[in-house]
């Protein structure tokens, strides 16, 4: 086995380091072993949840900037997005204006949530001329379809009396009319990339309010309410602009708000970890690799459910190259990725610790365990 090129492409550790922080520490074991006779391209990957927009920032050499917005509860914050040096794209997550994190349980809830934030993060992006967005829509504390976001960007969601809705996904069970002659003009020259992880419909016993309308603070007497909402929105939407969007695979994603992105915008909704590969022209840098390493915090049956390693696995496997996986734990049936792409997994816990100490000391087992490896393979080169 010859062993010149390795490329580094781990998802972020939850809680114990990040994308880069993990390929760093690869490659210092691996640089332990074969010193500077092997090059190396640490790529940082990450599946459209946490860490997403460290890993495009990375790719896209973007710079974070802070706005004030509006919170799901209306409340005046400050969040956070990226924009490449550029500023062609924006890289905008959801959850940074809308997220269930901004909101106390004892708070959360869905009649009143609302996406508005993220359309005010939108609107910042659109001063400095980007092109491009890509939006992450997870996370959020909404139920809203979207609306919100959509009222920040010029939409007039109207009751019979053409008088403005009030925010929250309860609302649109009162929506008449939808005023879109003040939109603003820019979004048509935008693109939405849209990071989208789930497959629902808007609607019904699979769709965005009986699936994940619970952890958004959703009572089983409001169920069947904010799903009537949504009922008439997307009627609304169908009589006003013409547009069937509520049976597209994620039409239900972040509270119905993939509905409102697919009828409104010029979107496509992706996997996360595909925009990724994407953005960071994978597949054109892991192409004379001799070795890719990859890896998460967890290990387990859920990783081929669209999880970055398997991304990178089968972005790999298109070259034939060999896939190792190096993990904080492995959990139930992890031996499931080994029919996609993936042909050796490592733990790095080398001996029992509470998770405290195991988070702290994650990068000195990573390079442990990544050194132990590159010892095997240097026997085989």
Known sequence: MNLNHIVIATDSFKESMSAKQAGLAIQQGFTNVFKDTVSFDIIPMADGGEGTTD????????????????????????????????????????????????????????????????GELILDALDYGVSKIILGIGGSATNDGGSGMLSALGVKFLDANHVPLKPGGEQLANLAHIDVSSLDKRLENVHFEVACDVTNPLLGTNGATAVYGPQKGATQKMIPKLDSALTNYHAMIEQELHIHVKDIPGAGAAGGSGAGILAFFNASLSKG?????????????????????????????????????????????????????????????????????????????????????????GERNLTHTAENVARVLKQLT
């Open 55 to 118: 890993a495009l920032k990375e790719a896209l050499h973007a710079q974070s900037h802070t706005v004030k917005v509006h919170d799901p509860l209306y409340r005046e914050i400050k969040a956070s997005y990226a924009r490449s040096q550029d500023d062609t794209v924006a890289i905008i997550e959801m959850a940074a204006a809308a997220g269930l994190d901004l909101i106390s349980k004892e708070k959360r809830n869905p009649l009143i949530t609302t996406t508005y934030g993220v």
């Open 273 to 361: 970890i595909d925009i990724v590969l994407q953005e960071t022209h994978f597949s054109e840098r892991v192409k004379d690799a001799d070795l890719v390493i990859t890896g998460e915090g967890k290990m387990d049956a859920q990783t081929i459910y669209g999880k970055a390693p398997i991304g990178v696995a089968k972005a790999a496997k298109a070259y034939h190259i060999p896939v190792i996986a190096l993990c904080g734990s492995l959990g139930e049936d992890y031996q499931a990725v080994y029919q996609h792409g993936i042909d050796s997994v490592f733990s790095i816990i080398e001996q029992p610790e509470d998770i405290a100490m195991l988070l702290d000391n």
